[in-house]
């Protein structure tokens, strides 16, 4: 399936790229992030740590909804969706 995928700051640089989209071979967030690092490996380090467990390295958007955390082997993607991958940012 077919996955739309916009990098925000900082991702953006570390893929040189802000959009792309990429065929995943399951729909699940740990599938596209398997498939983000086999094509782009610069990504490995920033999309596959987990400092806290079920809390997400980088804040995710699906569709434009922020997806709060969840371990990515079960937040669910779809054909057609758009992915957006940003830095958590934090705010005082």
């Given at each position: 399936?077919q996955?739309?995928?916009?990098?925000?700051?900082?991702?953006?640089?570390?893929a040189?790229?802000?959009?792309?989209?990429i065929?995943?071979?399951?729909?699940?967030l740990?599938?596209?992030?398997?498939?983000?690092v086999?094509?782009?490996?610069?990504?490995?380090?920033?999309?596959?740590?987990?400092?806290i467990p079920?809390?997400?390295p980088f804040l995710?958007?699906?569709?434009?909804?922020?997806?709060?955390g969840?371990?990515?082997?079960?937040?669910?993607?779809?054909?057609?969706?758009?992915?957006?991958?940003?830095?958590?940012l934090a705010?005082?």
């Open positions: 399936m996955v739309d995928v916009e990098f925000l700051v900082p991702y953006n640089q570390i040189q790229t802000s959009h792309l989209k065929d995943t071979p399951g729909d699940t740990a599938d596209l992030i398997g498939a983000l086999d094509r782009i490996p610069a990504l490995a380090e920033h999309l596959t740590g987990e400092e079920g809390v997400l995710l958007m699906i569709n434009g909804k922020i997806i709060r969840g371990a990515p082997g079960k937040i669910r993607i779809a054909s057609g969706d758009r992915v957006t991958f940003t830095r958590i705010g005082g």
